[in-house]
């Protein structure tokens, strides 16, 4: 049975992508820490990050940087928070969110109804920085 990632990344459930490549896809989180927290997400279906290979583990750090960096600047953010909790689905994945204190790390203060304007937004302006970072190859259009 596919999980729900897998359901978003094949398009059966809508999400708000920023990032696509072969092995990786990059799309905003349901319940946002803060504008423009994202999941880094590998195409392939793997429970822990433990059980992940190397390479691709090393891809999606790699991609979560790439994001981080962009929110630093686009959401002019201290630094970018990056974590993987893996206990909401079980699809690995890496929260990477805009960050300014250590209390931005509060999973309990996740929004439960964010603003749909606002994360149509965030994602834009996510898309369009890494755009300018060079990163446009695997920026997907809206």
């Given amino acids: 049975m596919s999980t729900l990632f897998t359901k978003i990344i094949e398009g059966e459930i809508p999400g708000r992508f920023v990032w696509k490549d072969d092995d990786v896809v990059a799309f905003l989180s349901i319940g946002p820490l803060a504008d423009g927290h994202t999941l880094v997400v590998p195409r392939q279906e793997i429970d822990k990050w433990t059980d992940a290979p190397a390479d691709l583990l090393a891809r999606m ?24 909790a893996g206990f909401e689905i079980d699809h690995l994945h890496i929260h990477v969110w805009p960050a300014n204190s250590l209390q931005d790390f509060d999973f309990s203060r996740a929004e439960t109804s964010p603003d749909q304007d606002k994360m149509a937004a965030s994602a834009e302006k996510l898309r369009e920085g890494l755009r300018a970072a060079g990163h446009g190859e695997f920026v997907p259009e809206a």
Avoid at 64 to 74: L, S, T, Y
């Fill in 61 to 84: 750090t790699a991609v979560a940087q790439a994001i981080g960096k962009v929110q630093v600047d686009v959401f002019g953010a201290e630094r970018a928070g990056l974590t993987i």
